[in-house]
């Protein structure tokens, strides 16, 4: 299940970000919860560890915003310490993960490639 989710997502959402929460699916950051209905998403922008004391006001509107501008196709519900919208696009998602909070896959530079198979070499030689 988790394996549909990250194809889904191109890759690029940590699998830890992928959790299994009341028998369905949900993608959960720091400052969201996103459900998948067919091929868009639902945005509830919100407090996932404690949802009665919400988000500030402030915190809110700062995502709404800029998810807005670039995001014509969905229509942002305000409420206190929420949001939420339905039909975003996995662009528009993943063009704005970390706004949302939402961890993402690790990358290893060339560099640090580099670096490994320098070090796996040394090991296999028998030097350390």
């Known amino acids: 299940m988790k394996r549909e989710w990250l194809e889904y997502f ?3 959402v940590s699998r830890s970000a992928i959790r299994q929460e009341s028998g369905e699916m949900v ?11 067919g ?3 639902d945005v509830f922008i919100c407090n996932p560890d404690d949802m009665q004391a919400g988000l500030g006001q402030r915190k809110v509107t700062n995502i709404v915003r800029a998810l807005e ?9 305000v409420l206190n310490g929420e949001a939420y919208t339905q039909g975003l696009s996995v662009e528009i998602v993943c063009q704005h ?5 939402i961890r993402k896959k690790r990358r290893v530079s060339e560099k640090q490639k580099a670096v490994l198979s320098e070090r796996l070499a040394r090991m296999r030689r028998g030097g350390a």
């Open 69 to 77: 501008k670039t995001a014509q196709e969905g229509v942002f519900t």
């Open 27 to 37: 993608i959960r950051g720091k400052w969201c919860e996103i459900t998948q209905v």
């Open 39 to 41: 091929d868009r998403l």
């Open 10 to 12: 191109r890759e690029r």
């Open 97 to 101: 993960l970390s706004l949302l909070g």
